[in-house]
Structure formats: structure tokens, C-alpha cells
Nanobody
């Protein structure tokens, strides 16, 4: 069973960078699309970015395009989200997730995902 575990969150100033990691304690990330979502206080969980199992396809929402970079190392069972030039509006709990299947790629609805991590807090504040 896929068991995502996130790490790397923290408190940073605007313009700073953070690297979030998602590891699969079940060691079977290979073959799965992995996505990042975020949820700010009082808001719905929103899709951020997705990477296909081969890393040949990567998708970013417009709000993070050009600032965030997604990569994966299937040998290590890790997916990394490099976040640069962070903004106050990036403040949220960030979740790593994987779906068993999807109707169209990338799957952007949280309801399409069976496997979720516990989340890691990212706070951007001056």
C-alpha cells in the first residue's frame, strides 16, 4: 500500500525557498502519479502540481508555475517539491497524494486520490 510521508515545511520570509519531500514508506511509489495539494486556513484543498511515474509529464498550476519545481527519484521512492520565491499567499498545509487511477491527467480533484500524507506546514511571513 502507498503511504506518503511529507517533510520539509517551515517558517520563511517572502522570497525565500523551501524544499518539500514526499517519501513512500510502503516503497511502491513506482508506477504512481504523485501530486501536491495545499490547504490554507478557511479554504478548500487545492491542487498545486503533479508528476507522472516516469517524470516525463509534469504539471503546475498557474499560481506556482515558474516558482515551484517538481522532481522524483523512483529508486529512492521520493518526490521533491522545490519552492522558490515564496509568497505570503503560499502559506498552507502541503499534502502529498497518489491516485490509483484517473480519468484525465493530471487529476486535480482531491476526490480522485486514495493515498494522502499527513501534511507539512509552510508559513511565509515577514
Amino acid at each position: 500500500q502507498v503511504q506518503p510521508v511529507e517533510s520539509g515545511g517551515g517558517l520563511v520570509q517572502p522570497g525565500a525557498s523551501l524544499n518539500l519531500s514526499c517519501t513512500d514508506s510502503g516503497r511502491i511509489f513506482l508506477g504512481y502519479t504523485v501530486s501536491w495539494f495545499r490547504q490554507a486556513p478557511g479554504k478548500e484543498r487545492e491542487f498545486v502540481a503533479a508528476i507522472s511515474w516516469s517524470a516525463h509529464n509534469i504539471y503546475y498550476e498557474d499560481s506556482v508555475k515558474g516558482r515551484f519545481a517538481l522532481s522524483r527519484d523512483n529508486a529512492k521512492g521520493t518526490v521533491n517539491l522545490q519552492m522558490n520565491n515564496l509568497k505570503v499567499e503560499d502559506t498552507a498545509i502541503y499534502y502529498c497524494a497518489a491516485p490509483e487511477s484517473w480519468k484525465s491527467w493530471p487529476p486535480k480533484s482531491p476526490t480522485e486520490y486514495e493515498y494522502w500524507g499527513q501534511g507539512t506546514q509552510v508559513t511565509v511571513s515577514s
